[in-house]
């Protein structure tokens, strides 16, 4: 690959600024998470509403969510930006169980991991999953949502966390 190339998609994608969320299962593949912030909409139509995450292939819980069959999308809370460094692993905690003692949480209807002050959790059924060039691609069929009482997301952009302004 171009490095070139490389260096100013990198560049370019720090300026596209997104929600943060984690990924979290749990099952006979463990529980694990990680903070991720590629994580969009497919459809609200269908059987079910679905969604998309993608996770490096080299994550521990992508390996868990392909054996599990299961994972939430916890959409967090602008506050919650020191949940997002543990998941991201800027905690120095690899131990994952040591994750989940940061925080409240409680398991979902399918059994997966639901990080308490998250603005949106979404439970889902891996629907199907997609192994491509680093990331897999999965796939979640949403089997239920919880809202919090507070919208206010957390982003990420320009390399930093940041939190939505009105403009208007």
């Known amino acids: 690959m ?9 560049e370019g994608m720090s300026r596209a600024a997104t929600f943060v969320a984690v990924a979290t299962t749990d099952g006979e593949g463990g529980r694990f998470g990680v903070t991720i912030s590629s994580l969009t909409s497919v459809s609200a139509d269908g059987d079910h509403p679905s969604l998309l995450a ?25 506050g919650q930006h020191g949940i ?8 120095g905690m690899a131990d994952h169980d040591a994750r989940f003692a940061q925080m409240p949480w409680q398991p979902g209807s399918l059994g997966q991991p639901k990080i308490a002050g998250a603005t949106a959790v979404f439970e889902c059924r ?5 192994y491509w060039e680093t990331h897999h691609i999965f796939v979640g069929h949403v089997t239920g949502v919880t809202l919090s009482e507070d919208p206010a997301t957390l982003l990420y952009g320009q390399r930093a966390y940041r939190r939505a302004v009105d403009i208007s």
């Open 84 to 91: 997002a460094n543990i998941f991201a692993g800027r905690s």
């Open 54 to 78: 993608c996770i490096h292939h080299r994550s521990s819980t992508a390996t868990a969510i392909l054996k599990n069959r299961a994972f939430c999308a916890n959409l967090l809370h602008e």
């Open 126 to 130: 891996l629907a199907t999953a997609l």
């Open 2 to 10: 171009d490095p070139e190339l490389r260096r100013c998609f990198v």
